[in-house]
């Protein structure tokens, strides 16, 4: 999609019309023809409403979600960086036989990328710790933003990506997809409109509670950088020696990190969903909870409005992955991701209603094109993000700690805890620090 300050310069319709009636006294001396495909006739996209696409880091999950992107009508897909080669390689490919020429740029470098003018709208998809440092540098370079998730990796990341997009103006999109499903819709909906009485109990599955501080590995010799750019790999990260296995997702003891490395760990990487869905549901998108505290095998949270947040791993119904469960004082409701919803009384759910299994990104992926057409907010934009990270990040930090501690969301501190708002930021590699 051209920028405002080209699209001035384009030749449409209405100037077309405008040329029409003042040349000759409203005469043309000769006939003009526009094709139709200039117009958007007959299913094409005018060139004005085109999107143009580049892509960060873009492995398994990548590629699939790309795939959503470059099958929707006017995207254009044209550039990739990623720190391996055997990936820039493998997604120029696939550009280059979808579009039938040679024209997809490879970069190494995202800055390299994000400096074309020509490029509208990014996808990151690298590991969590590049997603917020890449989202916040794309804003500040003028593109709009679908980042997958976990976006940040602490409480002053989640802030620094709100501030960043309120300021630049930018379109973001989480890549937290279940907000565009209509089983978590309509289940968020009855618990909104108080079709479940007042709500007192959110349950949100995170797929594992543990915060493990992550480790190192055996140095070995590193590739060339042309192979696999480690410095870059790391980027904000600590740096610590190239080992294989970091390339490929290790997670020590299968925990994550939680300070430092590759991730966020704890309640976060499934959290960034289910506790989001629960925010949703709850209406606190603007907010977050303001006491946690760990319980047994759970995680409990607290919100100003009285609402508790349980995160647990055990005693969903057979629903399938990413659980979520709401309870008022008249009803209750779970759903998960094989499309089912279940709700007591039954009456809630009431006629024919849309079922859609497993986790699709595509209708995510066509909200925010929508918006970076029309300049609305995403399902998941940035200030959502933001609460529902925060809300994550403050539960595993209670969690890391083995007590409970108290959170001020005005101010976005720990309340009298010194050693809890320590650990609302991690020193930051340069030249990467937001």
């Not at 409109?193 to 070995?220: D, N, Q």
């Not at 590193?222 to 750019?229: A, G, R």
């Amino acid at each position: 999609m051209k920028k405002s300050n080209q699209t001035s310069k384009a030749f449409n319709r209405r100037t077309f019309l405008q040329r029409a009636g003042t040349a000759t006294g409203g005469l043309l001396a000769m006939p003009y023809f526009i094709p139709a495909s200039a117009l958007g006739a007959d299913g094409a996209v005018a060139p004005s409403e085109r999107i143009v696409l580049g892509a960060i880091g873009i492995g398994n999950r990548g590629s699939y979600v790309l795939d959503c992107f470059v099958q929707e009508p006017g995207v254009q897909f044209v550039a990739i960086c990623d720190v391996k080669e055997s990936r820039r390689t493998a997604v120029k490919k696939m550009a280059d036989d979808l579009n039938r020429n040679q024209d997809c740029a490879m970069y190494r470098d995202l800055r390299e990328l994000l400096a074309r003018p020509d490029i509208d709208a990014v996808l990151i998809a690298t590991g969590p710790n590049w997603h917020a440092t890449a989202s916040i540098l794309a804003a500040n370079a003028g593109k709009d933003v679908y980042c997958e998730k976990p976006c940040t990796k602490n409480i002053a990341q989640s802030l620094a990506l709100a501030e960043t997009f309120r300021r630049t103006g930018r379109v973001f999109q989480a890549g937290t997809q279940r907000r565009s499903l209509p089983n978590f819709g309509f289940a968020a909906d009855l618990a909104r409109r108080g079709k479940l009485g007042k709500l007192h109990t959110l349950h949100a599955h995170p797929a594992g509670l543990a915060t493990l501080m992550s480790g190192w590995l055996p140095a070995e010799a590193p590739p060339d950088k042309e192979k696999v750019d480690w410095d870059l790999y790391l980027g904000p990260a600590a740096w610590r020696p190239y080992n294989g296995r970091l390339l490929d997702g290790f997670n020590f003891e299968k925990g994550g990190g939680f300070f430092g490395a590759f991730g966020g760990g704890g309640c976060l990487e499934w959290g960034s969903h289910c506790v989001d869905l629960c925010q949703w549901a709850n209406s606190t998108d603007n907010t977050t909870a303001v006491e946690y505290w760990p319980e047994g095998k759970e995680l409990h949270a607290l919100y100003a409005n009285g609402v508790k947040l349980v995160m647990r791993d055990d005693g969903w119904l057979p629903l399938g992955s990413c659980p979520v469960r709401y309870e008022g004082e008249t009803g209750w409701v779970e759903t998960a991701d094989n499309g089912e919803v279940v709700a007591n009384p039954t009456t809630l759910i009431a006629g024919p209603r849309a079922r859609i299994s497993g986790y699709p990104a595509n209708f995510h992926v066509r909200d925010f094109l929508t918006c970076v057409r029309t300049r609305g907010q995403t399902r998941a934009n940035a200030e959502t993000a933001c609460w529902s990270h925060i809300t994550c990040h403050a539960a595993n930090i209670a969690l890391f700690l083995g007590r409970r501690v108290k959170f001020d969301p005005v101010k976005c501190e720990f309340i009298n805890d010194e050693e809890a708002n320590r650990l609302r930021s991690e020193a930051l590699r340069e030249p990467w620090r937001i």
